[in-house]
C-alpha cells in the first residue's frame, strides 16, 4: 500500500469514528491526502450519508463520496457538456473498478447490504431506537470507519495509479 493509500484509510477511519457522515468523511479523507480541499463538494455531500438521508436503501455514502471526488479530478465540466472527448466514460471506467473493489469485499454498495455483511443486520437509521442499536453494535467504533477507510484507501489507490492528483 502507498503512502497516499494508507493515509487516506486513516484519515477515513478517524473522521468517521470523530465527525460521523461517511460520505463527507471520505470526501475530507481524500481531499486532505491529495491537497484538493473544496468545501463545496464536501457541502454536497451532507445528505448522502447512511445510504442517502439515512434511510439505507441507497448506496453506500462512502462510496458515493470516493467516486464524487473521482469525478472532481476526472469528470465532465460543465462548460464542455457535450463531452466529444468521451471524458465521462473514462471516468465511468474507474469507477467501475471502484466498483468491482465494494462487490468484492461486501457483495453490494446498497447501504443496508453493507451492514449486513459487517454488522449481521441491517438497521434502519431514521429511526432514533434503530439509530442507537446500530450505535451500539459498533457502528460508530468499528464497522463504519473501516468501510470509510477501505474507500478512501481504494479511490486513493486509483487516483494514484491514474496519476490523477494534481502535482504541486
Known sequence: MTEAAEKAYELGKHYEKTYRGCSQCVIAALQDT?????????KAATGLAGGGSMATDGSCGAYVGAIMVLGYL???ERDNFSDPEGIRFRTHELARKFHERYIDQYGSVVCRDIQTKVMGRPYYLCDPEEYQKFHNAGAHDVHCPEVVGKAARWMAEIIEAENLAPRS
Open 74 to 76: 476526472l469528470g465532465r
Open 34 to 42: 491529495f491537497d484538493i480541499r473544496d468545501d463545496a463538494i464536501f
